[in-house]
């Protein structure tokens, strides 16, 4: 089944924890991103990727890193998290950039931080 | 800054009603995507428009894409509990693979 997966779904942590939240598809895809959602703020986007090795930045990247060593994975890194992280965050895939490319979306990872 | 702002915020409605969703920017955008959301999951596309005038439909929904490539509506006939989720509306930016979202229409359908 085509599909993205996110790793944690729920995670509760401390202010200055580092913590890594999953992503990975299996649909071959070469253009992935990270959001963030918020009431009332909709998506906004936080990092995305063209391709292996090449990532950049969305609107909100302060406080995040990424990395895209393998065309499935593109993890999302809080090196010091703080409570103004705390979210609902999405990973999504397609099959290149570009708003003509339909986005597939992940289940979603609840953030909290303390 | 491109933006795309979505009115209305919340509607309730009766099944059986019709509604209008619009998103609106002041930037030009190469083409336009609305994706419904509901609780627990993630977006799911329904439609991409691309050119200006453009009108897509699926069932009960229809799209339009403006001519001047600024705005967009989704009209939903004879609107169904089915249809309540949180409607999205999203467009490329400045750069074509930074994408913009709108902030969401949340539409709720009492039986």
């Known amino acids: 089944e085509a599909q993205v997966t996110q790793n944690p779904r729920y995670l509760i942590t401390v202010t200055g924890k580092k913590l890594t939240v999953t992503c990975s598809q299996n649909?071959?895809?070469?253009?992935m991103s990270w959001y963030r959602q918020d009431p009332g703020l909709g998506l906004r986007q936080i990092y995305y990727?063209?391709?292996?090795?090449?990532?950049d930045k969305g609107d909100v990247p302060e406080g995040y890193k990424v990395s895209r060593k393998e065309k499935r994975n593109f993890p999302l890194i809080l090196e010091s998290p703080s409570p103004n992280q705390t979210s609902l965050y999405f990973c999504?895939?397609?099959?290149?950039?570009?708003?003509?490319?339909?986005?597939?979306f992940g289940p979603g990872t609840r953030l909290t931080v303390t | 800054t491109q933006l795309l702002e979505q009115s209305p915020q919340f509607l309730s409605i009766q099944e059986g009603e019709n509604l209008t969703v619009y998103c609106n920017s002041s930037?030009?955008?190469?083409?336009l995507q609305w994706y419904r959301q509901e609780p627990g999951e993630g977006p799911v596309l329904l439609v991409t428009?691309?050119?200006?005038?453009e009108v897509k439909k699926l069932k009960r929904l229809t799209f339009q894409f403006g001519d001047a490539r600024k705005d967009s509506s989704l009209h939903i006939t004879a609107a169904q509990p089915g249809d309540t989720g949180l409607y999205l509306c999203?467009?490329?930016?400045?750069?074509?693979?930074?994408?913009?979202f709108g902030s969401g229409t949340r539409l709720l359908v009492r039986p």
């Open positions: 990727s063209m391709n292996v090795e090449v990532t």
């Open positions: 999504a895939s397609s099959l290149r950039g570009g708003n003509s490319y339909e986005q597939y």
């Open positions: 428009v691309v050119t200006g005038g």
């Open positions: 999203a467009g490329a930016g400045d750069s074509s693979y930074k994408l913009i």
């Open positions: 930037s030009v955008f190469s083409s």
């Open positions: 649909m071959n895809h070469e253009y």
